[in-house]
């Protein structure tokens, strides 16, 4: 178990209408940790990664962030989205707005920073991501990949406590995704929490402390990569494993 349990999911259930998406998930991320979480289409993931930051209601279950239970509404939901930075598939800037604005606005508008300390900071975390020389451009003006690093970018200008990333790679061009990939991996590298939901089993093998493989809205097996992809348990697995690194 880990030491410092981040977030727990304790009995989680969800549906949408007749569906049950989530089926007594029990997952516990300790800080630190680089949890990969994979498994065929429709098994559940995204909906798990987009409970933990509430932008999906559970039926039934606990989750706590910190120890705390998630808020329900209002300022302090607004403040646990804060602690929770989620990076999409899509990219979600602003599109009126310069690079360093879409990084800098919510830093103004929730942490309430001054002007200048939040594109001080801005700044800081757009040379991190390798995009300082694209401050002043608009999202139309980069590719799908820098777009992608500014999205990551203003995540982590929150100062968040864990980083959601739900399928961040899967809309961009194949030459776009490693370098998308190499900041995932230089976050993971300087001890950030992070749930990832991907394709990328290649990032699952390097950079996860664990494999969470789904499949019919539970989890099936949540073992260390080198286990997971050497010796899957389950059929399932076995069986997606398969299909996919055939390839």
């Given at each position: 178990?880990?030491?410092?349990?981040?977030?727990?999911?304790?009995?989680?259930?969800?549906?949408?209408?007749?569906?049950?998406?989530?089926?007594?998930?029990?997952?516990?991320?300790?800080?630190?940790?680089?949890?990969?979480?994979?498994?065929?289409?429709?098994?559940?993931?995204?909906?798990l990664?987009?409970?933990?930051?509430?932008?999906?209601?559970?039926?039934?279950?606990?989750?706590?962030l910190?120890?705390?239970?998630?808020?329900?509404?209002?300022?302090?939901?607004?403040?646990?989205?804060?602690?929770?930075?989620?990076?999409?598939?899509?990219?979600?800037?602003?599109?009126?707005r310069?690079?360093?604005?879409?990084?800098?606005?919510?830093?103004?508008?929730?942490?309430?920073?001054?002007?200048d300390?939040?594109?001080?900071?801005?700044?800081?975390?757009?040379?991190?991501?390798?995009?300082?020389?694209?401050?002043?451009?608009?999202?139309?003006?980069?590719?799908?990949?820098q777009?992608?690093?500014?999205?990551?970018?203003r995540?982590?200008?929150?100062?968040?406590?864990?980083?959601?990333?739900?399928?961040?790679?899967?809309?961009?061009?194949?030459?776009?995704?490693?370098?998308?990939?190499?900041?995932?991996?230089?976050?993971?590298?300087?001890?950030?929490?992070?749930?990832?939901?991907?394709?990328?089993?290649?990032?699952?093998?390097?950079?996860?402390?664990?494999?969470?493989?789904?499949?019919?809205?539970?989890?099936?097996e949540?073992?260390?990569?080198?286990?997971?992809?050497?010796?899957p348990?389950?059929?399932?697995?076995?069986?997606?494993?398969?299909?996919?690194?055939?390839?």
């Amino acid at each position: 178990m880990a030491v410092d349990p981040l977030i727990e999911l304790r009995n989680v259930n969800k549906y949408y209408g007749e569906l049950h998406v989530l089926r007594d998930i029990d997952l516990t991320v300790g800080k630190g940790e680089v949890v990969v979480v994979i498994g065929p289409s429709g098994s559940g993931k995204s909906t798990l990664c987009r409970t933990i930051n509430r932008l999906e209601t559970i039926q039934s279950g606990t989750i706590t962030l910190d120890g705390q239970p998630l808020p329900a509404e209002g300022r302090a939901l607004a403040r646990l989205r804060a602690e929770v930075g989620m990076v999409f598939q899509s990219f979600n800037l602003f599109a009126h707005r310069t690079v360093l604005e879409n990084v800098s606005l919510a830093q103004v508008k929730v942490r309430r920073r001054r002007k200048d300390e939040a594109d001080r900071r801005s700044r800081e975390l757009l040379d991190r991501v390798g995009l300082l020389n694209q401050a002043a451009k608009y999202p139309a003006q980069l590719s799908g990949g820098q777009q992608q690093r500014v999205a990551i970018a203003r995540a982590l200008a929150m100062e968040p406590k864990v980083m959601l990333f739900d399928e961040p790679t899967s809309a961009l061009d194949p030459e776009m995704i490693n370098e998308v990939l190499e900041v995932m991996r230089q976050l993971a590298r300087d001890g950030m929490t992070m749930i990832v939901v991907t394709h990328e089993m290649g990032f699952a093998r390097a950079s996860a402390n664990r494999v969470v493989f789904m499949a019919d809205g539970r989890i099936v097996e949540d073992r260390s990569p080198d286990a997971f992809f050497t010796n899957p348990s389950s059929v399932r697995a076995k069986d997606f494993l398969s299909k996919i690194l055939k390839h």
